[in-house]
């Protein structure tokens, strides 16, 4: 089985604080992706990748930048965080060419900024 | 553009009853798959069925059934003898060829079974 492991379950930051979260999946998937998840919005992209160094915005990057260094691992970083930002965020894989393949999903990020 | 809408936002039943979940999708592409997934307390989103569309066939899968129709654009989703275990968040979501490996997600629907 795919397994997706985020690096926290639970944070709690400040404001203007410098923010990073781990994601990393075990099946060689080419693709990675970061949503933040919030209630009646449903999961909204914030960035995705489809190979090493490789990134693409999704439909609300505004505030986020993202790493991807080696292919199991995709950080999303908050360069200031901002209470705005409070939210579930959840990161997902797929294969290559998986446009038509269910997503993995690790278990979520819950991020408090104070 | 593409939209993917959940109108129930909350469903609360007794064990035992059935639930249905609503999922009404907007897309002009003809190539595209429409998944299903449940989230539950842990968070973890777990893959629950995909169906293509091309394919409208309607899916049971034990307690729960899918009902794809591409002249209503839905996919609805029906849990039959709801179980406590059920109490979860599901999503609706839609992936088209046209936008590579990028999913469109429903707002979600909480389901509360009680005992």
């Known amino acids: 089985d795919v397994k997706v492991t985020q690096s926290s379950r639970y944070l709690v930051k400040r404001t203007g604080e410098k923010v990073f979260l781990e994601c990393v999946q075990d099946?060689?998937?080419?693709?990675m992706f970061w949503y933040r998840q919030d209630p009646g919005l449903g999961l909204r992209l914030i960035y995705f990748s489809y190979d090493v160094k490789m990134k693409e915005k999704g439909d609300i990057p505004e505030g986020y930048s993202v790493s991807r260094e080696k292919k199991e691992r995709f950080s999303l970083i908050l360069e200031s965080a901002s209470t705005n930002q409070t939210s579930m965020y959840l990161c997902?894989?797929?294969?290559?060419?998986?446009?038509?393949?269910?997503?993995?999903f690790g278990d979520g990020t819950r991020l408090s900024i104070l | 553009a593409q939209k993917v809408t959940q109108a129930q936002t909350e469903i609360s039943v007794v064990e035992k009853e059935d639930v249905t979940l609503d999922c009404v999708y907007e897309t002009r592409d003809t190539t595209y798959y429409l998944f299903w997934y449940k989230q539950p307390p842990s968070g973890e989103l777990v893959f629950l069925i995909r169906r293509n569309s091309f394919d409208e066939q309607n899916e049971i899968s034990g307690r729960y059934s899918w009902n794809f129709q591409k002249s209503t654009s839905s996919f609805n989703f029906t849990i039959t003898a709801s179980q406590v275990v059920d109490s979860a968040v599901y999503f609706c979501?839609?992936?088209?060829?046209?936008?590579?490996?990028?999913?469109?997600f429903g707002g979600g629907t909480r389901v509360l079974v009680k005992p």
């Open positions: 979501a839609l992936s088209r060829q046209a936008a590579g490996n990028k999913l469109t």
């Open positions: 997902a894989s797929t294969r290559s060419q998986g446009w038509n393949q269910p997503q993995h």
């Open positions: 099946m060689d998937h080419e693709n």
